[in-house]
T-cell receptor, first 109, second 115 residues
Framework: GEDVEQSLFLSVREGDSSVINCTYT??????LYWYKQEPGAGLQLLTY?????DMKQDQRLTVLLNKKDKHLSLRIADTQTGDSAIYFC?????????FGTGTRLKVLA | DTGVSQNPRHKITKRGQNVTFRCDPI?????LYWYRQTLGQGPEFLTY????????KSRLLSDRFSAERPKGSFSTLEIQRTEQGDSAMYLC?????????????FGQGTRLTVV
């Protein structure tokens, strides 16, 4: 079945790196996404990776994909207080996006 | 184009009343999605339109829910005879199948509270 799992909470100190992990089940997903949601707001697309890639770097963000283990991670370098939010990974096929439950990142000053 | 727009942002209604939400997608996007998000959960897929055709409906979308996209542009989501369990954030998203990446852009959502 379709299920995307994430750990619920992550707390890091400002300036440290954050690593948010995700496991998914649908091996036919074409793209995998990371979205950010701040309180009371919609979802903001942060980055995505095509399923035939292993890694993608986008400024402070690094996405790693282990297709064999169906494991996706998001690394945020030099984490700032403004990065505090809920982060969702999502797998996307032709038209449907399946979201994880979200990881709440708290950045301590 | 300012992105995906949803109205209203907040709606409080009494149980049993009908409510309708509107979504205006990004203008060149032909795909439109509705999702529901409850507290502490990720968004759950409700339905999907390709142009004006509704191609997929989740089993979460009971017969009290109906969505339309009559001209392939804006969409409405109506909930009839609302129940307290319908209280949630309703998110709309759009994307284009004419681009290489099918990334979806989300609106700010409509928060529904049924009292």
């Amino acid at each position: 079945g379709e299920d995307v799992e994430q750990s619920l909470f992550l707390s890091v100190r400002e300036g440290d790196s954050s690593v948010i992990n995700c496991t998914y089940t649908d091996s036919s997903s074409t793209y995998l996404y990371w979205y950010k949601q701040e309180p009371g707001a919609g979802l903001q697309l942060l980055t995505y990776i095509f399923s035939n890639m292993d890694m993608k770097q986008d400024q402070r963000l690094t996405v790693l994909l282990n297709k064999k283990d169906k494991h996706l991670s998001l690394r945020i370098a030099d984490t700032q207080t403004g990065d505090s939010a809920i982060y969702f990974c999502a797998e996307g096929g032709t038209y449907k996006y399946i979201f994880g439950t979200g990881t709440r990142l708290k950045v301590l000053a | 184009d300012t992105g995906v727009s949803q109205n209203p942002r907040h709606k409080i209604t009494k149980r049993g009343q009908n409510v309708t939400f509107r979504c205006d997608p990004i203008s060149e996007h032909n795909r439109l999605y509705w999702y529901r998000q409850t507290l502490g959960q990720g968004p759950e897929f409700l339905t999907y339109f390709q142009n004006e055709a509704q191609l997929e409906k989740s089993r979460l979308l009971s017969d009290r829910f109906s969505a339309e996209r009559p001209k392939g542009s804006f969409s409405t989501l109506e909930i009839q005879r609302t129940e307290q369990g319908d209280s949630a954030m309703y998110l709309c998203a759009s994307s284009s199948d004419r681009l290489m990446n099918t990334e979806a852009f989300f609106g700010q959502g409509t928060r529904l509270t049924v009292v």
